[in-house]
Nanobody, 126 residues
Framework: QVQLVESGGGLVQAGDSLRLSCAAS????????MGWFRQAPGKERDFVAA????????SYADSVKGRFTISRDNAKNTVYLQMNSLKPEDTALYYC???????????????????WGQGTQVTVSS
């Protein structure tokens, strides 16, 4: 059984930084792409960033390019999201997810991901 546990969220001011972590249980973490998504109140869950199973390829939503960086440590079964220059519009519940099929190339579509964490809240005040 795969479990994903996010941490690192909090309340910050605009311009600050946060680093989110997502620890995964289960075997073969290094065979799957991982993604970060976010959902603000009353809105749909949106893609933020994804990383391929090797870590060689990453993809980002246009709204976070140049500010957010996704990375992974396969030895620790953990994926990270470094968020810099945070804006109030980044306020959301942030989820990490594991792709359903192995050996993927960092897809952005939520339907590609089979396992989801419970989320960690990020609130950015102006």
């Amino acid at each position: 059984q795969v479990q994903l546990v996010e941490s690192g969220g909090g309340l910050v001011q605009a311009g600050d930084s946060l680093r989110l972590s997502c620890a995964a249980s289960g075997r073969s973490f290094g065979r799957y792409s991982m993604g970060w998504f976010r959902q603000a109140p009353g809105k749909e869950r949106d893609f933020v960033a994804a990383i391929s199973f090797t870590g060689d390829y990453t993809s980002y939503a246009d709204s976070v390019k140049g500010r957010f960086t996704i990375s992974r440590d396969n030895a620790k079964n953990t994926v990270y999201l470094q968020m810099n220059s945070l804006k109030p519009e980044d306020t959301a519940l942030y989820y990490c997810a594991r792709q359903g099929q192995p050996l993927g190339n960092a897809p952005s579509a939520p339907r590609e991901y089979a396992y989801w964490g419970q989320g960690t809240q990020v609130t950015v005040s102006s």
